[in-house]
């Protein structure tokens, strides 16, 4: 059974920092493409940010060099550092798992919500 579980949201000012972790089991986790996502209310779910299985990463064009995606496999974990948060940045964040052979199948955590306002 997979399971996906995100954790460190929350409310946060604007300009401040928040660290985003999920923690997987039940994959093979050396195996999967992982990525962070947001859905914004209203708003269609979009890719924040993703790092392959070898640790290639890709950001959005909005979280360029204000978020980092980190993984450890050891630990069967993903980060994400988000910096100089913005009220845009508001959304659940989901975290996401893809095995690098069947890019078809995703697995999706429960999401954590981030607020940031003033």
């Known amino acids: 059974q997979v399971q996906l579980v995100e954790s460190g949201g929350g409310l946060v000012q604007p300009g401040g920092s928040l660290r985003l972790s999920c923690a997987a089991s039940?994959?093979?986790?050396?195996?999967?493409?992982m990525g962070w996502y947001r859905q914004a209310p209203g708003k269609q779910r979009e890719l924040v940010a993703g790092?392959?299985?070898?640790?290639?990463?890709n950001y959005a064009d909005s979280v360029k060099g204000r978020f980092t995606i980190s993984r450890d496999n050891g630990e069967k974990m993903v980060y994400l550092q988000m910096n100089s948060l913005k009220p845009e940045d508001t959304g659940v964040y989901y975290c996401?798992?893809?095995?690098?052979?069947?890019?078809?199948?995703?697995?999706w955590g429960q999401g954590t919500q981030i607020t940031v306002s003033s």
């Open positions: 039940g994959i093979i986790f050396g195996l999967y493409n």
């Open positions: 790092i392959t299985n070898s640790g290639s990463t």
């Open positions: 996401n798992a893809r095995p690098y052979r069947n890019l078809a199948v995703n697995y």
